[in-house]
Structures are given as structure tokens and as C-alpha cells.
């Protein structure tokens, strides 16, 4: 519970800041980012959260996604 709030407080502080941020889970999964992250990237929250953050850094081409 502590740990939640403590988090709820990081996400309030990073909402409003110029810089990107995100925060990831122990298997570097997107759990949150920020407005700023948002608006420079162009993506969706939706469609950041819940991702690994390797496969937003270097998203995989189509010809690489007609391999697998």
C-alpha cells in the first residue's frame, strides 16, 4: 500500500514536468508515462502502456513481424 501511493506520487509529479518519463515493472513493461512522453512520441498511452520498452525503442520492421 505505501509502495502504490508512493508510485501515485512519482506519476502526479512526472505528469507535469517537460521532460519524458515513464516507469517500468521488474520484466520492463511500460506502467506508466507522462503527458510529455505522449505529445513528443505522437502514440496513445494505450499504446505504450503495457509494452516492453525494447520493442518501443526498436519496434520491429514488417518484414521482421512476416518472419516470426
Known sequence: AIQE???ALLH???W???LLA???DESGRVIYCNEAFVKATGW???QIIGK???DILF???DS???IE
Request: glycine share 0%; charged share 35%; aromatic share 4%.
Open 52 to 54: 516492453k520498452w525494447d
Open 59 to 61: 519496434p520491429k520492421t
Open 64 to 66: 521482421e513481424n512476416d
Open 16 to 18: 507535469n514536468i517537460s
Open 44 to 46: 496513445s498511452r494505450e
Open 22 to 24: 515513464l516507469t517500468m
Open 5 to 7: 501511493q508512493a508510485e
Open 12 to 14: 502526479q509529479a512526472l
